[in-house]
T-cell receptor, first 106, second 113 residues
Framework: DAKTTQPTSMDCAEGRAANLPCNHS???????VYWYRQIHSQGPQYIIH???NNETNEMASLIITEDRKSSTLILPHATLRDTAVYYC???????FGTGTSLTVIP | SAVISQKPSRDICQRGTSLTIQCQVD?????MFWYRQQPGQSLTLIATANQGSEATYESGFVIDKFPISRPNLTFSTLTVSNMSPEDSSIYLCSAGRQGYEQFFGPGTRLTVL
């Protein structure tokens, strides 16, 4: 399973785009990248996933580099409710790393 | 999508006792999982709950300590046996289908005194 690396924490101003990076340099060709988030005291929530094409849904956009060694989750207009820990996971989506704690600042 | 419910939502237990946590899914799913999240930490997979057969445990977790049942496609239980304060954690159930996203329950917050 590919190991992922994320910054420990990030801040973002409310209303601005939040760009959360993830490094997965050991990812193999058939491994998907999944993103989940966990708001305090709740279970994790699925956000988006992708293989090699960029993906967009109602919550976020996922940009995957051409070599697939890294990706960026984009929350286009961050709100205070987006304050959470964001997890980037490869392949089996069962092995959570330490994630990025995103704080959206008013 | 799937809605996952867990019971109890929280409990305070005495050392040496056991607690069984229930997980119910509102639709038939192929895969169910149990995670532990210790205070301030990320999620750690305990085991995959297999319908009608023994669960598949991750390294560091054993059946005697964390027996798991899954009698049908929508229900599973996790028992935390012979508890010690180190077992104080949030226990989370998740469910999904192969190749698709997981859906998580709200978690069970366990405190062992």
């Amino acid at each position: 399973d590919a190991k992922t690396t994320q910054p420990t924490s990030m801040d973002c101003a409310e209303g601005r785009a939040a760009n959360l990076p993830c490094n997965h340099s050991t990812i193999s060709g058939n491994e998907y990248v999944y993103w989940y988030r966990q708001i305090h005291s709740q279970g994790p929530q699925y956000i988006i996933h992708g293989l090699k094409n960029n993906e967009t849904n109602e919550m976020a956009s996922l940009i995957i580099t051409e070599d697939r060694k890294s990706s960026t989750l984009i929350l286009p207009h961050a709100t205070l409710r987006d304050t959470a820990v964001y997890y980037c996971i490869a392949l089996n989506q069962f092995y959570f790393g330490t994630g990025t704690s995103l704080t959206v600042i008013p | 999508s799937a809605v996952i419910s867990q019971k109890p939502s929280r409990d305070i237990c005495q050392r040496g006792t056991s607690l069984t946590i229930q997980c119910q899914v509102d639709s038939q799913v192929t895969m169910m999982f149990w995670y532990r999240q210790q205070p301030g930490q990320s999620l750690t997979l305990i085991a995959t709950a297999n319908q009608g057969s023994e669960a598949t445990y991750e390294s560091g977790f054993v059946i005697d300590k964390f027996p798991i049942s899954r009698p049908n496609l929508t229900f599973s239980t996790l028992t935390v046996s012979n508890m010690s304060p180190e077992d104080s954690s949030i226990y989370l159930c998740s469910a999904g289908r192969q190749g698709y996203e997981q859906f998580f329950g709200p978690g069970t917050r366990l405190t062992v005194l």
